[in-house]
């Protein structure tokens, strides 16, 4: 018999509650990074292809 793993619950509880926050979070992130390296002049491959 297997042990309950009490984690797998709180991590699968966490993420229903957590997910519209981090995914904001996330792009918010993408596009400070995005605007800050325009203004330097700077330019990253991969930033340009997300959006």
Do not use: D, H, Q
């Given at each position: 018999?297997?042990?309950?793993?009490?984690?797998l619950?709180f991590?699968?509880?966490?993420w229903?509650w957590?997910?519209?926050f981090?995914?904001?979070?996330?792009?918010t992130?993408i596009?400070?990074?995005k605007?800050?390296?325009c203004?330097?002049?700077?330019s990253?491959?991969f930033?340009?292809?997300i959006?």
């Amino acid at each position: 018999m297997r042990k309950f793993n009490a984690w797998l619950v709180f991590f699968k509880r966490e993420w229903n509650w957590n997910w519209p926050f981090l995914v904001v979070f996330a792009i918010t992130g993408i596009l400070i990074t995005k605007f800050s390296l325009c203004l330097t002049g700077y330019s990253t491959p991969f930033l340009f292809l997300i959006l």
